[in-house]
């Protein structure tokens, strides 16, 4: 019989609760050039409790929706629902329970991210369709984390200002970028069953290169955050960093060699958006 703990590492996988690192920093990023500082421990709380719920619910839509696609692929034909480790009448009950926390820690941040809070489930149900019907699924993704730095903003705020517009379009480009890396796996699947994606659409090495400028505009972008924002020179530091660590990602991910896919979409894109929030931090810390 399967245990409580056993079921809990189950919805844990499903949800890839390790990739956690990416839109985190981020969202915390955005909460702390909102509050020029350190925001309220509540409003911490809240858009942690938000983005677990936000981000729990996506996962689930997205496997849900995906299930029969996700069977057929031997890559992901292991995963939770299509080897029936978990039910999806369960994985329903899970998303919906989800979704329901995100929306409620929305209304316990403040009123105009209640009031935004469906538009996001909108854009993560959207998504999850996508590459159905169009390669530009990456976009629609980067746009759905870029809720991640805008809604904490807004959570600390109470407004959608422009000064923080930058930081949501470098991350639509940044999550873009490594997504379309991460497409490149299942470029002869997609081909196979109809699927779109930038690989699928251009090739290996177009991909490629269209990653490349979507990273280039996103450090291009972060540039512009540390300007609008008078971010000191540990800021500068730190993009320094960023921008060695996007070299980095792309020098080991070449079209004749994709063994090292993995080590540039788990370890990098991890380090580059921890990266980008500690030296933020450190910044604005220095100039307190």
Not at 210 to 237: E, K, M, P, V
């Amino acid at each position: 019989m399967e245990t409580a703990e056993n079921k809990a590492v189950l919805y844990l996988k499903m949800i890839k609760i390790s990739h956690s690192v990416f839109a985190l920093p981020f969202a915390f990023t955005g909460a702390i050039l909102a509050a020029s500082g350190f925001p309220s421990s509540a409003q911490i709380f809240w858009i942690a409790v938000a983005m677990v719920g936000a981000r729990s619910g996506a996962m689930g839509l997205n496997r849900i929706i995906d299930r029969k696609i996700d069977a057929l692929n031997p890559r992901t034909a292991n995963r939770e629902i299509p080897s029936g480790k978990i039910k999806i009448t369960d994985a329903a009950v899970f998303t919906v329970i989800s979704l329901a926390v995100f929306v409620f820690a929305a209304y316990k941040l403040n009123p105009l991210c209640l009031k935004l809070s469906p538009v996001a489930v909108a854009v993560l149900f959207v998504y999850s369709y996508t590459k159905r019907f169009t390669w530009l699924s990456h976009i629609v993704l980067g746009i759905a984390i870029s809720a991640a730095p805008l809604g904490a903003w807004i959570a600390v705020r109470g407004t959608f200002d422009w000064e923080i517009a930058p930081l949501g379009i470098a991350v639509v480009f940044w999550l873009a970028g490594f997504d379309i890396l991460y497409a490149l796996q299942d470029m002869e699947f997609d081909k196979g069953h109809g699927l779109h994606s930038i690989p699928q659409r251009f090739g290996v090495k177009r991909a490629l290169m269209l990653s490349r400028i979507f990273h280039f505009t996103t450090w291009s972008l972060l540039g512009a955050d540390g300007i609008i924002f008078n971010l000191g020179i540990a800021y500068w530091i730190g993009m320094f960093l960023v921008g060695g660590l996007l070299i980095y990602e792309h020098s080991i991910v070449k079209p004749d060699d994709l063994s090292k896919l993995n080590m540039a979409f788990f370890n990098m894109n991890g380090y580059i958006s921890i990266a980008i929030f500690v030296f933020t931090i450190i910044a604005l810390s220095m100039e307190g």
